[in-house]
C-alpha cells in the first residue's frame, strides 16, 4: 500500500525548521529590485567603480535609479562607497565581503543561461560552461 504523502506548507516547514523567513525570499528582496544585479555584475566582472561608469554600461538605467541603488545595496552591506580625498573629490564604489560572497550565485546563474537559454546568449546558439568560455569559474577572475 503506498503511503500518502503529507503535503507541508511554507509556514508550517519554516515554523519545523526554527526560521523567521524564508532564505530565499529574504534574497529575492534584494536582488528582484531592478538594476541591483547588473551594478554587483559590473563591479565584479567589468571592475566598474563610479556612477559614471554604471550610468554608461547599463542599458536603461537612469541616475535616479542608480543612486537609489546603490545607496539600498550599501545598506545591506554589499557595497561600500568611499570619497576620495583627491580633488576634484569623487565616490568610488566597491564590493564588501558579503557582496563578493555572490560570486559563485553569479557565475552559477550565467551557467544556467550557458546551457539552457545558448540560443538568447550565443550567435551560434550552442551551449558551453562559463569555465569553458571564461576559463575560469568565477566572473572575478575575468580579467585578473
Not at 507541508?8 to 525570499?25: A, F, R, V
Not at 536582488?31 to 555584475?41: G, T, Y
Not at 539600498?72 to 561600500?80: F, K, M
Amino acid at each position: 500500500m503506498a503511503q500518502e504523502l503529507k503535503i507541508i506548507t511554507l509556514k508550517d516547514h519554516l515554523k519545523n525548521w526554527g526560521l523567521k523567513g524564508c532564505p530565499i525570499n529574504n534574497s529575492l528582496k534584494i536582488f528582484q529590485q531592478k538594476f541591483a544585479l547588473n551594478i554587483i555584475r559590473n563591479m565584479m566582472l567589468l571592475k566598474q567603480s563610479k556612477f559614471s561608469q554604471f550610468l554608461e554600461s547599463i542599458e536603461g538605467i537612469n541616475t535616479k535609479t542608480l543612486s537609489i541603488r546603490l545607496k539600498e545595496l550599501e545598506t545591506y552591506g554589499l557595497i561600500e562607497r568611499k570619497v576620495t580625498q583627491q580633488r576634484p573629490l569623487h565616490v568610488e564604489y566597491s564590493l564588501t565581503k558579503k557582496g563578493k560572497a555572490l560570486d559563485p550565485i553569479l557565475a552559477l546563474m550565467a551557467e544556467f543561461s550557458f546551457q539552457y537559454e545558448p540560443e538568447k546568449i550565443f550567435k551560434d546558439r550552442k551551449p558551453r560552461h562559463v569555465k569553458q568560455f571564461f576559463r575560469t569559474e568565477f566572473l572575478s577572475k575575468v580579467y585578473d
